[in-house]
């Protein structure tokens, strides 16, 4: 089932759970911006979770589906189309040789997952297939082996199998959620003054059109030390509240450098990056703080059920 990118996106690319134990090396660890959206297109189509995915950015590549097979759709809804007629999220789709899927505009969220029902061919790269820097190209295919050999049939287990109630979860958790942004205090935490925390967990904050995998940077009040000081560069992670020099801050993503020495200011858990990653830019948050004890026994019921 391979594919092939007729016309590239904005910022699209092949991911899977990211490439860890790498970072003491200065290797990245990349993955799926919004792992839970990418989970349910896996579980979705009965896949293994470390299955790799398409990320989809808006404006979004154009698809050809060089074979047939069996696609699954999560995440933002782009409006998705198959030779130009419209097809439902969070439902395993039949698609046929020389099927063309589009994204015509983005209603909800600001990334979508194309998982597919078949084996990636292309080798990994340190236990990983996540592409590191790297952007689809037009004329770029991607070598997917055709799996199941009956997808007749095949689409028929998967609509039996098919979790409603997780389905329901997942969408509501990061779509419909305007809860705060949960974080754990860091290590540069104790040398914010407290006028600054007031504003930090009272005031809201947007993300920057200058968003990208990288990081997130924010647009909302001045976040000021009690007392300039420098950090010794230590490891960060997806996640990481970083406070620049200038008072402004920026969550690092998926893409992320391995070290930083901006003051670390604290920690996104990880049920709510998901949510995070696919809010708009312009759309209004706020943060508040949580527990470590917490962000561990959310996160292993979120992803339990996977």
């Known amino acids: 089932m391979s594919i092939k990118i007729l016309h590239k996106g904005l910022a699209d690319s092949i991911q899977d759970n990211g490439r860890y134990g790498f970072q003491h090396l200065g290797i990245q660890p990349n993955g799926c911006m919004d792992l839970l959206s990418a989970s349910l297109a896996n579980s979705i189509l009965q896949n293994d979770i470390h299955t790799p995915v398409i990320e989809l950015h808006f404006p979004s590549s154009q698809i050809q589906f060089l074979e047939g097979g069996i696609i699954c759709i999560t995440g933002a809804n782009f409006v998705p189309v198959l030779n130009e007629k419209?097809?439902?999220?969070?439902?395993?789709?039949?698609?046929?040789?020389?099927?063309?899927?589009?994204?015509l505009q983005p209603l909800e969220g600001s990334i979508a997952y194309v998982g597919i029902k078949a084996v990636y061919d292309s080798p990994k790269w340190l236990n990983s297939h996540s592409f590191n820097a790297a952007k689809l190209k037009t004329e770029d295919v991607l070598p997917f082996s055709m799996y199941p050999s009956d997808p007749i049939i095949a689409m028929q287990t998967?609509?039996?199998?098919?979790?409603?109630?997780?389905?329901?979860?997942?969408?509501?958790?990061?779509?419909?959620?305007?809860?705060?942004?949960?974080?754990?205090?860091?290590?540069?935490?104790?040398?914010?003054?407290?006028?600054?925390?007031?504003?930090?967990?009272?005031?809201?904050?947007?993300?920057?059109?200058?968003?990208?995998?990288?990081?997130?940077?924010?647009?909302?009040?001045?976040?000021?030390?009690?007392?300039?000081?420098?950090?010794?560069?230590?490891?960060?992670?997806?996640?990481?509240?970083?406070?620049?020099?200038?008072?402004?801050?920026?969550?690092?993503?998926?893409?992320?450098?391995?070290?930083?020495?901006?003051a670390n200011l604290g920690q996104i858990i990880l049920v709510d990056l998901p949510r995070f990653a696919q809010m708009k830019t312009g759309i209004s948050f706020k943060f508040s703080v949580a527990n470590l004890e917490t962000a561990q026994t959310l996160f292993r019921t979120m992803y339990a059920t996977f």
Do not use: C
Not at 187 to 196: F, G, I, L, M, S
């Open 86 to 103: 419209s097809i439902a999220l969070y439902k395993p789709i039949l698609v046929k040789k020389n099927d063309v899927l589009s994204m």
């Open 158 to 262: 998967l609509n039996e199998k098919l979790n409603h109630a997780l389905i329901e979860q997942v969408h509501n958790n990061i779509f419909s959620n305007t809860n705060p942004i949960r974080i754990l205090p860091g290590p540069a935490w104790q040398d914010v003054n407290e006028n600054a925390l007031y504003e930090l967990f009272n005031t809201p904050f947007t993300i920057s059109a200058q968003r990208n995998r990288m990081g997130y940077p924010l647009t909302g009040p001045k976040v000021n030390l009690n007392i300039p000081n420098a950090y010794l560069s230590s490891a960060v992670t997806r996640g990481t509240l970083q406070l620049l020099p200038n008072g402004d801050l920026i969550v690092l993503m998926a893409d992320h450098q391995t070290i930083g020495g901006y």
